[in-house]
T-cell receptor, first 117, second 117 residues
Framework: EAGVTQSPTHLIKTRGQQATLRCSPI?????VYWYQQALGLGLQFLLW???????NRGNFPPRFSGRQFPNYSSELNVNALELEDSALYLC????????????????FGQGTRLTVV | AQSVTQLGSHVSVSEGALVLLRCNYS??????LFWYVQYPNQGLQLLLK??????LVKGINGFEAEFKKSETSFHLTKPSAHMSDAAEYFC???????????????FGKGTKLSVIP
């Protein structure tokens, strides 16, 4: 069984550009979480998609957006990049099925390292 | 709102010494708690989880954690540190997202463990 895959591994952009990050969850998983891991700030929750809909978003400006496709893969878009957007962006695929949830384990991809110069 | 606090952003231990990483939670309802580990340039991997079945939880790589309701703690321990344990460790709690029947992981800021030979 393939794990959570993220692409690209590394991405270098200049300030003001747009970045697109991609994530494919584990086969059969319908939810995707996005987290930002900036130096010294731990994991900050960005977005949660389930069944194609945005279920919740963290405390980030609207230039952080995304979507989930019918095959449950997901895209994270960051517009008007700023230097402080430089971080590791992690995608997680929770192992949640109908009737489960609260003790759900999340499987993480290896992340996309975004560098804004 | 549920949250976790990790005490100490950086912990150093000698090889063979006890590892103790601290995590306290705040929750108005019984929490579900997790410890994840992140090796350099990797995503997060589940170490162990508490789901109310037993207060002492054993995980992978010799780690264990004890849920203490009276102290609102879920500290991670390992009797004897190994060089390969050097990594960043994250405590997390499941937050119930009302109305959706699904849940969302909230992470602490992480503790970086260094093991000194």
């Amino acid at each position: 069984e393939a794990g959570v895959t993220q692409s690209p591994t590394h991405l270098i952009k200049t300030r003001g550009q747009q970045a697109t990050l991609r994530c494919s969850p584990i086969s059969g998983h319908t939810s995707v979480y996005w987290y930002q891991q900036a130096l010294g700030l731990g994991l900050q929750f960005l977005l949660w998609y389930d069944e194609g809909e945005e279920r919740n978003r963290g405390n980030f400006p609207p230039r952080f957006s995304g979507r989930q496709f019918p095959n449950y893969s997901s895209e994270l878009n960051v517009n008007a990049l700023e230097l402080e957007d430089s971080a590791l962006y992690l995608c997680a695929s929770p192992n949640s099925r109908l009737g489960q949830g609260v003790d759900t384990e999340a499987f993480f991809g290896q992340g996309t390292r975004l560098t804004v110069v | 709102a549920q949250s976790v606090t990790q005490l100490g952003s950086h912990v150093s231990v000698s090889e063979g010494a006890l590892v103790l990483l601290r995590c306290n939670y705040s929750s108005s309802v019984p929490p579900y708690l997790f410890w994840y580990v992140q090796y350099p340039n990797q995503g997060l991997q589940l170490l162990l989880k508490y789901t109310s079945a037993a207060t002492l939880v054993k995980g992978i790589n010799g780690f264990e954690a004890e849920f203490k309701k009276s102290e609102t703690s879920f500290h991670l321990t390992k009797p004897s540190a190994h060089m390969s344990d050097a990594a960043e460790y994250f405590c997390a709690v499941t937050v119930a997202y009302s109305g959706a029947g699904s849940y969302q992981l909230t992470f602490g800021k992480g503790t970086k463990l260094s093991v000194i030979p």
